[in-house]
């Protein structure tokens, strides 16, 4: 059928209307608004009676809680060493059991996860799930386990004995007697592709097994036969008033059909979101509409199921941010979603990837508030009267108060108040809401609103924050009026951090009020230089009681004093071993240490068994380590009294086990004394070896539950942000939080001011904040080898610190999941071979310090996402003095896994500047542009040279060597984003690398731009 006629078929209009409706035009467009209006009102029956509600979820999470560390920006709310049995498996059935209890807990059907491929992962993980829902004697009838594959080769291969589980085991979810598999971007192949692998699968199952393809638009084409995937789709609709034409609907509808005819339904994957973030629902309606419309057709309707996703949010760390949990925004309407439309089932995604920020588990930072919201959801998918939470304390309404974690003067400051109905019977009560600095001094207060307990609402506040620079931690005080009594919540709740102009944080915290713990008694002192005085008693059994810097542990208290540290006479050091380059991506490697001048050195090994206490050893094990090196953390955990640390020398050596550099050695001596009490040094050798040493630093697991409602220490913690804001943090072992008050690290005091740039969002375009100067970072930094040697330190705090040829994650201290997202690109992907050195050498280059850069093997220097603002200006300066000035090449990128803001480069001789930002307000342009400016300021071989760049919001400047240029220039970085210095880019034609050759002796962010 020509695309034409189809239009016809599927609009019903006359022939000579449809044959003026080219694709793409007016009528096309108008043509489509009137089908889509069509489809909102399309009538498909179900397949299901319900929607059933399923999260997927990572076993390598949620069959492994006992392994919860400190390497991410949030943690689960149960995260328990104890979860763990002795079995074959790493996945354990005490961590999966208290898992799906929590499934259970939230009102969900089931637990949906990847069929994870291999003959392996059906010992490992497959058959341990299954098994736990018999051990725990769930109901097949009201628990189940539903499997997901991806579009590889290795997913859709199902091996006999993970697919007799699907086919055959009671507790595999069933559509009319069959086992229902979904996907994971199924699209990505042809549907003839996905048949094929059916037919096996059915034939091995005795055809017991229904399989729907997750649908991202991968395949799809327009008009005119171009790829046109699920972010063109978007940018048509919002470049067009919120329209699709009909003609590329009616293109959609056939590859929807064509994924049916081999295929049991439908399941919608794709979604977008506004420019600032927030959850586009407009367009996944668009979306959901067609879908329906497809499946409402007589070859459909009734038998081919509907399955939406759902999201909480996207905010990946050292990835992407893309999606808003918008408080709670972004679930809500993915769940209103499912009901408005009719789905069969509802699939969250996902339940705990922690670097991402999608988790729908209760985290420390959001307490059980998913739960509450999916229970909600999940009675009302039943027909069902809501109920409370078991063990709830129904005197206090189920409201649920949503706040970001950190904020830049600039953004708004989004209060989401949101009242969960958890009876069927309501009971009216009023709420008033105050905002206050650090010291308790109201900024903005609102209401009084009323809310009744039986019915869903949501109050939403959004000050501007500029009015709200000059503090430090934004602090919400709730004030209820509820069966005759008032009731006070301040502190015990979490905090807003206030950061002048840039934060690696665009997380919410989601607080039930319910789940704020009130102690019987708090007494808590933090002072800036690090010591914690902490006197807390609780009514309930504590978990665990952390000291925080920004919402980030520094500090758990362990009255076992697992790692001897308690009082204070011993220094905690971590060795770390890391591996970055091209070929091979990993090595092996065997490391030999010792410490040399000092007496009382004890080194801890960690178990299998997490429930124990870590071994500890007189000195350091031999060897200290023996295996696979690459992106993960390798640790070697050893302390020494404070008195032996000024003698002490840890001394390094080690071997590469295979590989090209097989037979390698490499060793290295660290006087300890030059790290001081919280400081990091690091070497990386030619090879791509990385070690590493940091004092005073965190252990790397959480303590053994605490089980006691006393906490009492003194401790002396290492706060390492001039500008941090500190806390105790105190959760209990059923799941209530507690805050104490938020504790400035800063003293300073300014008289001088810098003018601050900052987009606003109420002013929807850059303003000037004339911020006190020790409030704005000014990242400077020391050039000087024998400071941090492969960690390129600075005054403005650890957050800024950057490094040499590895993982920058390592000189921050913030891990966030593997470092292999805190590298320059061209080692996570292989640009050309040749690439192999990753780290600039040091040198004296006329007299200074500096670094250089061979411009042949990929040298470069990573510095972490807040050194250069997302939504800030700033002045950017290096100096340098290239050896060579290539045709084409990259100096500076801030990009690490995708774009962040500004690219410098040199074309023939000239800079050029390139910058892509979101446009945040005004949703008629594409979601973010690339401007890119060809200057006439030249960059010269053989001399010194400074580079200065500045933004301010409305104007890119440069200037070097006698010129300036400026350029008018507005939006933000389109993500948060690692950067690098060195180069980037494919070997050219003519066999030239475009990476920079030369020194720099140089490099400085300043958060302000000078008049």
Not at 112 to 138: H, Q, S
Not at 201 to 228: C, W
Not at 372 to 378: A, F, K, M, S, V
Not at 506 to 529: G, K, M
Request: hydrophobic residues 40%.
């Amino acid at each position: 059928m020509g695309l034409k006629a189809a239009v016809l078929a599927v609009l019903g209009v006359a022939a000579v209307a449809v044959a003026a409706a080219e694709p793409g035009s007016a009528e096309d467009y108008a043509l489509g608004r009137r089908r889509l209006e069509e489809m909102q009102g399309v009538v498909r029956q179900r397949v299901l009676p319900r929607t059933y509600a399923f999260v997927r979820s990572q076993t390598k999470y949620s069959g492994r809680l006992f392994t919860s560390s400190y390497h991410f920006d949030d943690r689960p709310l149960f995260a328990d060493r104890g979860l763990w049995e002795e079995s074959a498996s790493d996945h354990k059935i005490p961590s999966f059991a208290r898992t799906f209890e929590l499934y259970r807990l939230s009102g969900l059907d089931g637990y949906a996860t990847f069929a994870w491929p291999g003959e392996r992962e059906f010992t490992r993980t497959m058959k341990v799930i299954y098994d736990t829902a018999e051990r725990m004697k769930l109901s097949p009838d009201d628990f189940h386990l539903m499997l997901e594959t991806s579009s590889s080769r290795d997913y859709m291969e199902i091996v006999p004995e993970t697919l007799d589980l699907i086919a055959n085991n009671p507790y595999s979810f069933r559509v009319n007697g069959k086992s229902l598999i979904s996907s994971y971007v199924m699209d990505r192949i042809a549907p003839e592709e996905i048949a094929g692998y059916l037919t096996r699968l059915r034939e091995l199952s005795g055809d017991k097994i229904l399989f729907v393809p997750q649908i991202h638009f991968i395949r799809l084409k327009n008009a005119a036969g171009e790829p046109t995937n699920g972010h063109d789709l978007y940018d048509l609709y919002r470049s067009h008033g919120q329209a699709l034409p009909a003609s590329q609907i009616a293109l959609i509808e056939d590859y929807l059909r064509s994924y049916l005819a081999v295929c049991d339904g439908l399941y919608l994957g794709h979604a977008n979101s506004f420019p600032d973030g927030s959850y586009d629902d407009g367009f996944s309606r668009v979306l959901l509409a067609i879908f329906r419309s497809v499946l409402a057709e007589p070859a459909y309707n009734g038998r081919k199921l509907l399955v939406t996703q759902g999201k909480a949010g996207y905010t990946a760390y050292y990835g992407a941010q893309n999606l808003s949990r918008d408080g709670t925004r972004t679930l809500r309407r993915g769940l209103e979603g499912a009901l408005t439309y009719g789905a069969d089932v509802y699939i969250g995604t996902e339940w705990d990837e922690l670097n991402e920020d999608t988790g729908f588990q209760p985290l420390v930072s959001k307490p059980m508030s998913t739960q509450r919201i999916l229970r909600y959801y999940t009675h009302r998918f039943r027909g069902e009267a809501p109920t409370p939470l078991p063990g709830d304390d129904v005197t206090v309404p189920n409201l649920i108060l949503s706040q970001r974690r950190q904020l830049i003067p600039g953004e708004a400051m989004v209060v989401e108040l949101l009242n969960v109905p958890d009876t069927a019977v309501g009971e009216d009560y009023t709420l008033r809401y105050e905002l206050t600095d650090e010291a308790g001094k109201a900024l903005f207060q609102a209401g009084p609103f009323t809310f009744n307990t039986a019915v869903p609402k949501e109050e939403r506040l959004s000050p501007a924050s500029e009015p709200f620079a000059a503090a430090q931690a934004l602090r919400s005080r709730v004030i209820l009026a509820y069966r005759g009594r008032t009731l006070e919540t301040y502190t015990g709740l979490p905090f807003t951090s206030i950061r002048a102009t840039a934060s690696g944080d665009q997380q919410y915290f989601c607080t039930p009020l319910r789940n704020v713990l009130r102690p019987v008694s708090a007494d808590v002192t933090l002072a800036p230089e690090g010591r914690v005085d902490c006197r807390l008693e609780a009514p309930e059994d504590l978990a665990i009681v952390e000291v925080m810097q920004n919402a980030l542990e520094q500090y758990a208290y362990d009255p076992r004093d697992e790692f001897r540290l308690a009082d204070g006479s011993r220094r905690l050091y971590r060795l770390r071993l890391h591996y970055c380059n091209q070929e091979p991506v990993r090595v092996s490697v065997k490391v030999d240490a010792a410490i040399a001048g000092a007496a009382g050195v004890l080194s801890y090994q960690s178990g299998d068994d997490p429930r124990q206490l870590a071994t500890v050893t007189e000195g350091l094990p031999s060897p200290a380590y023996r295996g696979n090196i690459d992106w993960w953390q390798r640790n070697v955990l050893f302390s020494l009294p404070v008195d032996q640390v000024g003698a002490a020398v840890l001394n390094v050596s080690g071997q590469i086990l295979n590989g090209p550099r097989q037979g390698e050695t490499f060793t290295w001596e660290v006087p300890l004394a030059e790290l001081g009490e919280n400081d990091v040094k690091a070497k990386v050798y030619e090879s791509g070896v990385m070690l590493g040493v940091e004092s005073g630093g965190r252990p790397t697991t959480i303590p053994l539950r605490l089980d006691s409602r006393s906490a009492v220490f003194q401790a002396r913690v290492p706060f390492n942000q001039p500008n941090g804001v500190a806390a105790v943090r105190a959760v209990t072992t059923s799941g209530k939080v507690w805050w104490s008050a938020p504790q400035p690290l800063s003293r300073a005091t300014s008289t001088v001011t810098r003018p601050v740039y900052v987009y606003s969002d109420t002013a929807r375009r850059a303003v000037r904040l004339d911020l006190p100067a020790h409030r704005v970072p000014e990242v400077t930094y020391l050039f000087d080898p024998a400071a941090g040697g492969a960690v390129l330190k600075t005054p403005a705090g650890r957050d800024f610190y950057a490094m040499l040829g590895s993982y920058q994650a390592f000189a921050t201290g913030f891990q966030g999941l593997e470092s292999a997202y805190t590298v320059f690109r061209i080692f996570q992907t292989g640009i050309f071979a040749g690439a192999d050195k990753p780290a600039p050498d040091w040198c004296v280059e006329d007299g200074r310090q500096c670094l250089r850069f061979d411009g042949e093997r990929g040298n470069f220097v990573m510095f972490p996402s807040v050194v250069m603002p997302q939504r800030a200006g700033f002045t950017l300066e290096f100096e340098v003095k290239p050896e060579e000035v290539k045709p084409q090449q990259v100096l500076f990128a801030h990009q690490s896994t995708t774009f962040g803001g500004l690219t410098v480069e040199v074309r023939d001789g000239h800079v050029v500047l390139a910058y892509v930002h979101r446009n945040l307000h005004d949703w008629s342009l594409p979601w973010y542009s690339e401007s890119r400016f060809r200057t006439q300021v030249p960059l010269l071989a053989g001399q010194w040279q400074t580079v200065r760049i500045t933004y301010n919001g409305s104007e890119l400047a440069i200037a070097a060597n006698g010129r300036r240029e400026a350029f008018p220039l507005q939006g933000t970085g389109i993500y948060l984003q690692s950067a690098g210095f060195g180069g980037r880019g494919e070997r050219r034609p003519d066999g030239s690398v475009p990476f920079f050759k030369g020194f720099l002796a140089s490099f400085s962010v300043k958060h302000w731009v000078d008049e």
